[in-house]
């Protein structure tokens, strides 16, 4: 049954000099972006008339909102979505992520745009049951992958797997190994970068290393090919994190002014330009990569049930293969 709009509401002197939004939004305890979703749709209408939501209250108005005022709740949806599965049996799936998918649906966003397309959605219309403890949202998700990030991610099918595995990422019991192209050279072949991580406080979206009191992240790298291309000089890592917080890798890198390939949020340039030859024009060409060079390459776990060793393997995708190839052409050099 769905939620029927809130009952009209009759402002008082008190209120005056309140803007309509906030109002609304403290009184219908909803965020105030819902309730300008709700005026910009001509939901909200003040003395029968559709309002501003930056409209000051005088006192004595009549409020109606035409429209439930909260969002129904969001729920994933089986669609068809073609799923690589590497490994399966009755208590786990181990799947291949593609860059440019989701693992599940965000927050902030019609229902449409933010509930299409994602692993969950293709999880739920191939396996006919999936863990309920990550909720009706993140149904068998036990960890994540980035948007732009592919590769290899668990998947719980009941409760029972979902508590062990859990316990074993939280016991850093779980390897994780990453590819990942990043800009320059690093200054040795191994290293380990120990750095608390947490939200920027200007830039909201991005993680950072900068402040004190962050989460714990752990990050050990190894250089398996220094490139000194026309482009410029890149390097292919082997990166296995302890921990698993947001963005960790990329975050990690950029704060050694390393930044992963593609990654524009954290710093590397959206296009590569060539260096001229002696010679030659300088208007060289110039090329892109648009998603992030971070592959989740390995996964070594213990089954959940049996205690059996799992490890899985999963190849650089086609679209990094290719974008390596350009990068290690004969007109560059592969040191």
Request: no cysteine; glycine share 6%.
């Amino acid at each position: 049954m769905s939620e029927a709009p809130p009952p009209p509401i009759s402002v008082i002197a008190e209120d005056a000099g309140k803007r309509l939004d906030q109002f609304l939004a403290l009184r219908l305890d909803v965020s105030r972006a819902r309730i300008q979703q709700l005026i910009a749709e001509q939901k909200v209408l003040v003395n029968d008339e559709p309002a501003r939501a930056s409209l000051k209250l005088r006192g004595g108005e009549r409020i109606t909102v035409v429209s439930p005022a909260a969002r129904p709740p969001l729920r994933a949806i089986p669609e068809d979505i073609p799923l690589h599965i590497l490994y399966e049996d009755a208590d786990l799936a181990i799947v291949y992520k593609p860059a440019g998918m989701m693992v599940h649906a965000g927050a902030g966003a019609t229902e449409d745009q933010r509930n299409r397309g994602t692993l969950v959605n293709a999880l739920l219309h191939h396996f006919s049951k999936l863990s309920a403890l990550g909720g009706e949202m993140r149904p068998g998700i036990v960890h994540r992958l980035d948007k732009e990030t592919s590769g290899l991610i668990i998947v719980a099918k009941n409760d029972y797997a979902h508590r062990k595995l859990a316990a074993q990422f939280a016991r850093r019991e779980v390897k994780k190994t990453y590819i990942a192209l990043v800009h320059g050279w690093p200054k040795k072949d191994a290293g380990t970068i120990s750095a608390s991580i947490s939200r920027d406080r200007v830039r909201r979206t991005r993680m950072t290393t900068r402040y004190a009191g962050g989460r714990e992240a752990i990050s050990h790298y190894k250089v398996l090919r220094r490139i000194d291309s026309v482009f410029g000089k890149f390097t292919l890592l082997e990166v296995r994190i302890e921990t698993g917080r947001t963005h960790q890798i990329r975050v990690h890198m950029a704060s050694l002014g390393q930044p992963v390939v593609g990654d524009t949020l954290y710093g590397a340039p959206r296009e590569l330009r060539s260096r001229p030859a002696r010679g030659k024009p300088a208007n060289q060409p110039t090329i892109s990569l648009p998603r992030n060079f971070l592959h989740a390459a390995e996964l070594d776990l213990t089954h959940p049930r049996t205690g059996a060793r799992i490890a899985l393997t999963s190849a650089l995708p086609s679209e990094l293969q290719a974008f390596l190839e350009v990068l290690e052409k004969k007109d560059g050099k592969d040191v």
